[in-house]
């Protein structure tokens, strides 16, 4: 209950954020292209369209944050965190669309320059505006996105920042434009493009990475790696695979554990480092524990293995004379072979006679069945 209740949490703050930068974003959009136009700024009207950009990333948010956070179901057994992934391409390949449709603009109204228009001096006054309230939506925005460990909230609020650094560029260009410099504002117009081209590739490569399973970064999986084999139970790891969905992270791990111990003990260790695993890391969301009794990564020959069923038969043919009295067997799989464990009641033990023969049993089995490494006799009081 508190987890969904985190959620939910996450979700309402996600899309409060994207909902007050997309009320700033319509302000600033409407403010910088309109004066843009009014006053004659190539650099001030691009500074607009990167807004306009921001914008659309916010929508993409809102709508992204809705349908990510919903549950996991039949279908979507993993939940559907990769909507926000999805968003993210969708907003990068926007974002080099428009920026590289800006720079081609001004690029070719450069080829006259005598037709390049002088901005206003009151477009400062539009900038200077810009820049102090980007500059604050980018710190509200990532301390919302660090809170909910949103990627995609982080990517936006980095659009914030590069809108404020945009209009940095936009003053230096009309002030240098006023200053006697006129390819001044087209310059800062192209500047402006490139890094609404360079935001929107990050942000494609970096979703595209996701997509395909890339994983962690090697500093989080050697954490993740000490925190295990801290773990009681646990005497090594032999593969660790991670991959990300959203902001969150999947692991499997393969851990080592004594091969003598039972099977419930070891689904009890699993659970420990799952459990563990999940508490420490905040990005881990699930991880998928296959419990080994030996280190077989190297091991790359594969031979069918004696099932219970075949050694029950070898036990019934090697162990006529006593079968009936068989109580249980165990068998441990190691480094290719197996052992045999065979239960008897505790009277066979004081009975000189069959014990050798037993022992005889145990060496011809062993000798006649290649998978066989050891044949072992226990005697149950």
Known sequence: MAE???????????????YVGAAINVSQTLLKIGFGMLWQSSALIADGIHSLSDLLSDFLVIVAVRMGSREADHEHPYGHRRFETIA??????????????????VMKRMEQPEHLSTPDVMSLGIV???????????????????????????????HQRSDAISSVVVLF???????????????????VALMVVKIGLSQL??????????????????????????????????????RQMGEDALLDAHVIVDPRITVSEGHNISEAVRDELVSRFDDVMDVLVHIDAENDEG???KTTPLYRRDVKVLLDNYFAAVKSDIIDFKIHYLDGQIEVEVILP?????QAEQLTQLKAQCEQMKLDVEKIAKVLIFFKI
Do not use: Q
Request: hydrophobic content about 55%; overall charge positive.
């Open 205 to 242: 490569i970096a979703s595209i990475k996701e997509l395909v399973d890339t994983s962690l970064p090697p500093h989080l999986l050697a954490e993740i790696r000490a925190a295990i084999l801290a773990i009681e139970g646990v005497e090594g790891i032999h593969l660790l695979r991670s």
């Open 4 to 18: 969904i209740s985190e959620i939910e949490r996450d979700r309402k703050l996600k899309a409060k954020a994207s």
């Open 299 to 301: 091991k790359f020959e």
């Open 128 to 158: 200077a505006i810009s820049i102090l309230v980007n500059e604050w939506l980018y710190h509200y925005t990532k301390r919302i996105a660090k809170t909910t460990r949103s990627k995609l909230l982080l990517a936006n609020a980095w």
């Open 88 to 105: 993210t391409i969708i907003l990068g390949l926007s974002l080099i669309i428009i920026g590289g449709g800006i720079a081609w603009s």
């Open 346 to 350: 505790f009277f066979m033990s004081e």
């Open 173 to 191: 260009g009309i002030g240098a434009v006023l200053l006697g410099y006129p390819l001044a504002d087209a310059i800062a117009a192209i500047v």
